[in-house]
């Protein structure tokens, strides 16, 4: 047991990852064919995922209207909702429109999701006014360099900052191109370089958390 | 409690106000400011202005309904550019909840260009994967893609003649809201297959990206609504961008002044604990 619980997967990943960490540097067409094959493989697990995550969502919502925990109200709207749109979009096979004449399926899309999403972005800009009102005070050095760039970038982005401010767009270029490029070049490459790391550690075998838990 | 501490802890539905009023006064009565052009847009109308008829041209509309009012009008304004130039199209996206959106986009845009599906354009609507479906497109677009949104195979679509893979494509552009997006053309992508990469984003995320722009990973980015507004200004056709930036102007400068004031009475509510020897907040 203890072989196909973590030997085996052990050395799937460890044969796999060695075999396509070396086949980006070959560009040879059975190279290439092997890549295609297995891509092919992840598109049917990304698959699996989805339901996956479709049944512990529906779980989650059934043992929450089961003890009538507070807000159960909310997962009935939920299960309505996805129920009913999958049923909806099995029928018309997936179409928002046929023939330019919008289906179901497409009426849902249009008339609910598209508003429904549209509202919960456009609220954020209300949050964000109040929550910059509250808390974006100058209490250190700091901070107070990080308000003035703020505002600086503010103003630099729209046309009235430009027009009252000229040098606005330019510094606000600057900001973006040299200080923000740097940092988050910093904080990228900083993170590759875990990322490769922990990549490292799990071809060999030294990171094993993605076995699970259990005795060996 | 003195009036800048009061002031400090104002109702924030009269912030609210202060917002709504800033983006429907000139929604209603729009001023039209001039729109200055930057590098970054600049690069991707370039780019696209430089391809010659019949390129082929590949717009992932990697966005769902949220980014809406950014990612919409640059979706337009590039199909537009794109239809005049009378470039072969190719539309697809990566998000799921996108699907219906682009396909909306792509047959309003065609149908306003006199554009036809199959022949100028074709939609393939999305399939899972992201990384592993770029990686399919490179290898073979056709099997990554069997047949478009409309269960029409791409192998008889006269616009696909003589495309096989991404490396067949002369421009991608990729608007995005987050993840999957313009990182994952970037990487399963343009980076593999050797396509010239351009990109379009939320206003948001748009400084994350600046790094793959410097280092000319993609060729041009157009940052949200103040983006699509450039590109509308750029190809002569101003839309809901460039009206949308009006708003935009007077809510910045509502924040600002809103910033400015808070700090001005929390300067005021210091000194005055500075004076009466209380500890600083």
Not at chain 1, 106 to 129: C, D, E, H, K, R
Not at chain 1, 180 to 197: E, P, W
Not at chain 2, 227 to 248: P, S
Request: glycine share 12%.
């Amino acid at each position: 047991m203890i072989y196909l619980r973590r030997q085996l997967p052990l050395l799937i990943t460890f044969v796999m990852g060695v075999v396509f960490a070396g086949q980006y540097y070959v560009p040879h067409p059975r190279s290439e064919l092997m890549l295609t094959e297995v891509t092919k493989w992840l598109q049917i697990i990304g698959g699996f995922a989805l339901v996956l995550g479709v049944t512990s969502l529906f779980h989650l919502h059934a043992v929450k209207i089961r003890r009538r925990e507070p807000g159960w109200g909310y997962s009935i709207v939920l299960y309505a909702g996805m129920l009913g749109t999958i049923a909806i979009g099995l029928w018309v096979n997936g179409k928002e429109s046929v023939n330019g004449a919008m289906t179901a399926f497409g009426w849902i899309y249009s008339n609910m999701m598209v508003p429904l999403q549209g509202t919960m972005f456009a609220i954020l800009a209300f949050f964000i006014a109040s929550a910059a009102y509250r808390s974006f005070r100058a209490r250190s050095r700091e901070a107070a360099l990080l308000l003035i760039a703020a505002i600086i970038v503010m103003m630099g982005r729209v046309p009235l900052g430009e027009m009252l401010l000229p040098v606005s767009g330019d510094l606000t270029q600057w900001i973006l191109n040299v200080l923000n490029t740097s940092v988050r070049r910093a904080i990228l490459i900083g993170v590759s370089l875990g990322a490769v790391a922990l990549s490292l550690k799990i071809i060999f075998g030294i990171e094993r958390a993605y076995l699970g838990g259990g005795r060996e | 409690m003195t009036f800048a501490e009061r002031m400090l802890h104002i109702d924030r539905r009269i912030i609210f106000l202060v917002i709504a009023v800033c983006t429907l006064l000139p929604l209603l009565y729009p001023v039209g400011l001039a729109i200055k052009v930057s590098p970054e847009v600049r690069g991707v109308h370039d780019y696209l202005e430089s391809l010659p008829e019949g390129s082929v041209f590949l717009l992932s509309m990697d966005f769902d309904p949220a980014s809406k009012p950014e990612l919409h009008p640059q979706a337009v304004a590039l199909l537009r550019h794109a239809f005049k130039k009378n470039l072969r199209v190719i539309g697809m996206t990566l998000w799921v909840t996108g699907t219906g959106l682009a396909d909306l986009v792509f047959s309003q845009v065609a149908q306003e260009m006199g554009k036809v599906n199959g022949k100028d354009y074709a939609f393939l609507g999305w399939s899972p994967g992201v990384g592993a479906l770029i990686i399919t497109m490179g290898q073979d677009l056709y099997k990554a893609f069997p047949s478009d949104y409309y269960n029409q195979p791409t192998r008889e679509l006269a616009v696909l003649k003589g495309i096989q893979s991404l490396r067949d494509v002369n421009y991608v552009v990729s608007l995005a809201a987050g993840t999957a997006g313009i990182e994952s053309w970037y990487v399963f992508g343009k980076d593999k297959y050797k396509f010239e990469l351009g990109g379009g984003c939320t206003g948001v995320i748009a400084p994350g990206l600046y790094p793959l722009l410097r280092s000319g990973q993609i060729n041009g980015l157009i940052g949200g609504l103040r983006g699509a507004a450039e590109y509308e200004a750029l190809i002569g056709r101003k839309g809901r961008a460039v009206a949308g930036m009006d708003a935009q102007s007077a809510t910045h400068f509502a924040i600002i002044m809103l910033v400015i004031l808070c700090n001005v009475f929390y300067l005021f509510t210091r000194t005055s604990r500075g004076q009466s020897g209380q500890p600083r907040g």
